[in-house]
């Protein structure tokens, strides 16, 4: 697993899938707001976590599609297939090279960005640990995504269709909490909501997206 997980980011660096392209749309999304919305320091605060979430539910599913493209296209998903490794734990070591290559550099630069949109303050951390709390499972669903549409041509535009409705639960709380931390209200139900979303969708997709590529594989 760790071979695995070592060879899935070199992969991401290099293809230029990952860490740079999420980042990249992130700190485009955070420029063109305010140049949309106007300059208004009022206006800013309160769409803020907003739309910090936004950018980074939409950065994820830039590079969902190379989750397992790469390597069914050259043969190793076969391979991978037929290992001592179990394809659930397949799964869950490509969901963590996505969120590593992407989640995480999301997750760190999101307080930064946050000066772009006049995050007050007392949102930094909550942005912070909103997106920690809940970019693994836009990760973990991506790639219940992935393993849905792998194989089919133009398959990208039919999982962000597919994607998308599966994100919006963990978009409404993770925004939730962000707003609510930087207005000082408290953020507990919010927050388990989130984390419970997380902790429920990354048991149980692994196994899910396992059996879907078993079928797709025969």
């Not at 695995?4 to 999304?29: C, E, H, P, Q, Y």
């Not at 009022?42 to 976590?49: E, F, K, M, V, Y």
């Not at 408290?186 to 879907?212: D, H, K, N, Y």
């Amino acid at each position: 697993m760790i071979a695995l997980l070592t060879r899935d980011l070199r992969l991401a660096v290099r293809a230029g899938g990952g860490f740079g392209l999420g980042l990249a749309f992130f700190l485009i999304v955070t420029v063109l707001v305010p140049f949309g919305v106007g300059p208004e320091t009022g206006l800013l605060t309160r769409i803020a976590p907003g739309v910090l979430w936004i950018g980074a539910l939409l950065a994820c599913l830039l590079s969902l599609d190379r989750i397992f493209a790469l390597d069914w296209e050259d043969g190793s998903l076969d391979l991978l297939a037929t290992a001592p490794l179990p394809m659930e734990g397949i799964v869950s070591v490509k969901a963590l090279a996505h969120w590593l290559t992407t989640g995480l550099p999301l997750v760190l630069a999101a307080p930064v960005l946050g000066v772009l949109l006049s995050l007050p303050p007392e949102g930094y951390l909550w942005v912070l640990v909103s997106l920690a709390a809940g970019t693994p499972a836009l990760s973990v669903i991506g790639t219940f995504g992935a393993a849905l549409t792998v194989g089919l041509k133009r398959g990208g535009l039919l999982m962000s269709l597919l994607v998308l409705p599966l994100y919006v639960p963990t978009l409404i709380f993770g925004a939730e909490v962000a707003r609510r931390g930087a207005e000082g209200l408290a953020v507990q139900t919010p927050l388990l909501m989130l984390a419970g979303i997380s902790a429920g969708v990354i048991a149980l997709l692994p196994f899910a997206s396992a059996a879907v590529l078993r079928i797709n594989l025969r």
